[in-house]
C-alpha cells in the first residue's frame, strides 16, 4: 500500500511512474539548454557591445582628434595597480586613480553589475562621452570593454570635487572658496551645461548636476564630471512624451520632473539654481527632510537686502559683493521656478553671470 491505494506493482501505475520520470528527466534537459542558449545570448550582446563601440570610436576618429583608444583589460590593470587606488565611488561604480606610465594620471571608472551598472548604461556614456570635447566636462580617454569588464578611462581632476571642499573636514582644510571662487566655479559649470545644451549634437541632458560631480581643477576653475545618466538627443519635444524613472540626486532634482516624469534640459537648469544656493548658502542640497530650495524660500525670494545676506555662507565672513549676490540670486530664483518653461535656459544664466562679475571689475575700477 503506497499514497491513496498506490500500488507501483500494478502495470497501469508502471506507466504513470515511467511518465512522471519521462517529464522530470525532460524538465532537466530543458533548463541545461536554456542555460546554454541563455550564455550564448550573452556572448553575443558582448560582441555586439564590442562592435558598438568600435562603431562609436570610428564615429569619434571621423570628427576628433582621435585620442581616444581602446585599452586592453592588462593595460589598465598594470596602470591602476589592479584597482588599488580608489578616489571616487559613483551609483554603479569605482573610480580608481590609474598612472599610465607617461607621468600623466587617469581616473579609470569601473562599472560594477552587481551595483546595477548594465552594458548598456556603460555604451550610453561611452557615446555621449565620445561626442564632447569641453575645457569644462571632464573628457575620456579611453575604454575597454574585455572579460566582462566596463571600465573607461577619464581625464583626471586632481582637487576635490565642490561638495568634498564646500562640505568636508578634508577639503576645508585647503581653505574656505570666496566669493570670487564661488562665481567663477558657477561660469564654468553654466559654459559646460549650456554647451551641453546647445552645441553638442545631439544635444544632452546631463541629469545629475550636484557638488559631487563638480571637479576642481584649481580654486576657480571647475569641470563637470559623470554623464552616466545623460540623455542624448531630447529636443524632440513631441516625440519623447514617455515619462522616465526619475533619475538624480535628492535636493538637485527639478520638482516638474518628479511630477510629469518628463525630463528636459529645464531639468538641468533647476538642478544648477540648487547649486547657485549651494555656493551661496554653504548649505547641503538636502537640510534634514527638506531641500534646500525649500529651505531657503521664503528668504531668497525677499527683496530686502539684509535678509538676502542673512542667507550667505557664514564661513565667507562676509566677503561678498553685495549687487552680485542679487543678481545671482535672481538667477537662482528663475531657474528654480516651478514651472520648467518659464525657466531661463543656461545661455541667458552664462550672460547673467558674466555681466554680474563685469559689475565687480566696474566697481573696482571707479575712483575712490
Ligand atoms: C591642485 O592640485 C595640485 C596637484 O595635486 C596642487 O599642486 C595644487 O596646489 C592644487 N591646487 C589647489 C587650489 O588646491
Ligand atoms: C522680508 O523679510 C522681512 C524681515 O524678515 C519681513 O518683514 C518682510 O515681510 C519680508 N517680505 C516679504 C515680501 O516676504
Request: aromatic content about 8%; charged content about 25%.
Amino acid at each position: 500500500m503506497w499514497l491513496f491505494g498506490f500500488s507501483p506493482t500494478k502495470p497501469r501505475n508502471l506507466w504513470i511512474i515511467g511518465a512522471i520520470l519521462l517529464v522530470i528527466l525532460l524538465t532537466i534537459i530543458l533548463k541545461k539548454w536554456a542555460i546554454y542558449l541563455e550564455a550564448q545570448a550573452y556572448k553575443c550582446s558582448m560582441e555586439k557591445a564590442k562592435r558598438n563601440c568600435e562603431n562609436y570610436l570610428q564615429i569619434s576618429n571621423l570628427c576628433c582628434t582621435g585620442v581616444i583608444r581602446t585599452y586592453a583589460l592588462e593595460e589598465l590593470k598594470v596602470a591602476t595597480r589592479d584597482f588599488r587606488i580608489r578616489i571616487g565611488v559613483g551609483a554603479t561604480s569605482f573610480v580608481y586613480l590609474a598612472e599610465l606610465g607617461d607621468g600623466r594620471f587617469g581616473a579609470v571608472k569601473r562599472v560594477m553589475e552587481e551595483r546595477g551598472g548594465s552594458k548598456k548604461m556603460f555604451l550610453d556614456e561611452v557615446s555621449v562621452l565620445l561626442r564632447i570635447s569641453h575645457p569644462n566636462l571632464v573628457g575620456l580617454m579611453g575604454f575597454c570593454l574585455e572579460k566582462g569588464e566596463q571600465l573607461l578611462l577619464l581625464e583626471y581632476v586632481p582637487n576635490k570635487s565642490l561638495f568634498d571642499r564646500m562640505h568636508t573636514f578634508r577639503g576645508q582644510s585647503e581653505g574656505i572658496l570666496s566669493w570670487s571662487n564661488r562665481l567663477n566655479i558657477a561660469l564654468d559649470i553654466a559654459r559646460a551645461l549650456d554647451y551641453l545644451h546647445s552645441q553638442a549634437d545631439p544635444p544632452i541632458i546631463h541629469r545629475d548636476v550636484k557638488s559631487s560631480n563638480i571637479l576642481l581643477i584649481d580654486n576657480d576653475h571647475a569641470k563637470l564630471a559623470d554623464f552616466g545618466l545623460c540623455k542624448l538627443g531630447y529636443n524632440d519635444r513631441y516625440g519623447s512624451q514617455s515619462p522616465t524613472i526619475v533619475k538624480g540626486s535628492f535636493g538637485y532634482v527639478d520638482t516638474n520632473y518628479l511630477k510629469t516624469g518628463h525630463v528636459s534640459s529645464k531639468s538641468d537648469v533647476y538642478s544648477f539654481g540648487v547649486l547657485l544656493l549651494e555656493l551661496i548658502t554653504g548649505l547641503r542640497s538636502m537640510q534634514d527632510s527638506t531641500t534646500l530650495a525649500e529651505w531657503t524660500e521664503e528668504a531668497r525670494k525677499n527683496d530686502s537686502i539684509e535678509v538676502l545676506v542673512g542667507l550667505l555662507d557664514p564661513k565667507l565672513n562676509g566677503d561678498v559683493n553685495v549687487e552680485q549676490l542679487r543678481v545671482l540670486m535672481e538667477v537662482a530664483n528663475s531657474a528654480l521656478l516651478e514651472n520648467s518653461e518659464a525657466r531661463p535656459d543656461m545661455r541667458d544664466i552664462v550672460d547673467r553671470i558674466l555681466e554680474c562679475m563685469e559689475l565687480h571689475q566696474l566697481q573696482s575700477e571707479l575712483p575712490v
